[in-house]
């Protein structure tokens, strides 16, 4: 079945540790997202990549970091600068980025610092 | 700037009875609009979208949502609520002319027996 998959769907960090969450995709879709979402707010763009090798920041990068080396593959890494990382991220991907494209999304990543 | 507001944080309604989730926006283009559904600790599903269509879209579990630009509204509607409904729902509009979403903050549907 063609879909988002995201790994794990809890992770535990200590502070001061780097983390990477998976988030791969069968879907051949060229635009890859990654969000943030706090209880009581929408969600909010950290990163998104329209092609291979290319990666913009969205609205609250700071912290975080991407790569996209392959197509089907968009993987995010929490770094120790980002100072509030618990939260639930949730993976997207689109066919291309255009506005009236709809965006398909993983399972999430529940993370949690401790 | 474009942005989204959803007017209720939490709508609770009994079961058969309709649903109204409200959604105003404002955008300096003709925008594209949808509506996500979230089952708790799950990822996001597509409900509905506009795209300078019909103002009127039928999405999938009998929701349904008008867009007008008058009002600059995209209320999400339902004639009778199913417990399986409960759940939150997020109204989205592209920003600008490329392909960012910016996201309402939520509504919380509740339904009572």
């Known amino acids: 079945d063609g879909g988002i998959t995201q790994s794990p769907k809890y992770l535990f960090r200590k502070e001061g540790q780097n983390v990477t969450l998976s988030c791969e995709q069968n879907?051949?879709?060229?635009?890859m997202y990654w969000y943030r979402q706090d209880p009581g707010q929408g969600l909010r763009l950290i990163y998104y990549s329209q092609i291979v090798n290319d990666f913009q920041k969205g609205d609250i990068a700071e912290g975080y970091s991407v790569s996209r080396e392959k197509k089907e593959s968009f993987p995010l890494t929490v770094t120790s600068a980002q100072k509030n990382p618990t939260a639930f991220y949730l993976c997207a991907s689109s066919l291309k980025g255009s506005g009236g494209t709809e965006a398909f999304f993983g399972q999430g990543t529940r993370l949690t610092v401790v | 700037a474009q942005s989204v507001t959803q007017l209720d944080s939490h709508v609770s309604v009994s079961e058969g009875t309709p649903v109204l989730l409200r959604c105003n926006y404002s955008s300096s283009y003709s925008p594209s609009l949808f509506w996500y559904v979230q089952h708790p600790n799950k990822g996001l599903q597509l409900l509905l979208k506009y795209t300078s269509a019909a103002t009127l879209v039928k999405g999938i579990n009998g929701f349904e949502a008008e867009f007008k630009k008058s009002e600059t509204s995209f209320h999400l509607t339902k004639p009778s609520a199913h417990m399986s409904d409960a759940a939150e729902y997020f109204c989205?509009?592209?920003?600008?002319?490329?392909?960012?979403?910016?996201w309402g903050a939520g509504t919380k549907l509740i339904i009572k027996p």
């Open positions: 989205v509009v592209t920003r600008d002319s490329n392909y960012q979403l910016i």
């Open positions: 879907l051949n879709h060229d635009a």
